[in-house]
């Protein structure tokens, strides 16, 4: 066996292809009709979120708890379609914690942490505008997970897949757009990022830059 072959599987690629394989499984059982196949659904999340072999115990906790999770959603198969609205809720919940007094906002925290990858320091004067878009996506993040569930409880697969891979997308998008093209309106002066530059950036964000 060469080194190469060797090689274990890279995690990142795994987790991706495992969050990719979520709405395809969901088409899947909605092409076949047969609900009960979302049920793999919540492995394939929880493998998304902490891998296919966890080496920590809440790592472990989850992927346990995804399988047997999995054998409720066979008979509860919408239960398989709430953990988007879930997260875009839980989110929510995170960004709203940080507008309170004396909190930095998730939206400095993200534009603070872009701009240390980039060696500079987020100007003092963008306070008061990451606190007011930090508090409009959490707005549009209340939105879009309550549509999402919304549409999970009333188990209308083909609209909650509308809705989760194209126009909840198209939203956010459009928003950061819309913000990219006033900021740089309201602050001429600052060093111009491209919105594509800007979103290569988050990627390489750690959690501990969110968490100050």
């Known amino acids: 066996m060469t080194a190469a072959s060797a090689q274990p599987p890279n995690p990142v690629a795994l987790r991706l292809a495992a969050l990719l394989a979520y709405p395809a499984l969901v ?6 009709q047969e609900p009960g196949l979302r049920a793999l659904g919540l492995p394939l999340l929880a493998v998304a979120l902490v891998g296919l072999w966890p080496r920590h115990t809440p790592g472990r906790v989850i992927l346990i708890s995804s399988l047997v999770l999995a054998l409720l959603v066979v008979s509860l198969p919408s239960l398989a379609l709430w953990p988007p609205g879930l997260a875009c809720l839980g989110v929510a919940v995170w960004f709203a ?24 320091t987020l100007p003092a004067e963008t306070e008061a505008w990451t606190r007011a878009w930090t508090a409009i996506w959490t707005l549009l993040l209340v939105m879009i997970g309550t549509v999402a569930i919304g549409l999970a409880v009333a188990d209308m697969t083909g609209w909650w897949l509308a ?24 602050f001429p002066d600052h060093e111009p990022l491209s919105l594509k ?16």
Request: hydrophobic residues 55%; proline residues 6%.
């Open 97 to 120: 914690s940080t507008l309170k007094p004396g909190t930095d906002p998730a939206i400095k925290r993200f534009a603070t942490a872009v701009h240390e990858i980039l060696g500079r």
């Open 27 to 32: 088409i899947l059982a909605l092409w076949l």
């Open 163 to 186: 809705w989760i891979m194209a126009i909840a997308p198209l939203i956010a998008l459009s928003t950061l757009m819309i913000e990219h093209f006033l900021r740089i309106r309201r």
């Open 197 to 212: 530059q800007f979103l290569l950036l988050l990627g390489h964000i750690r959690p501990e830059q969110l968490g100050r």
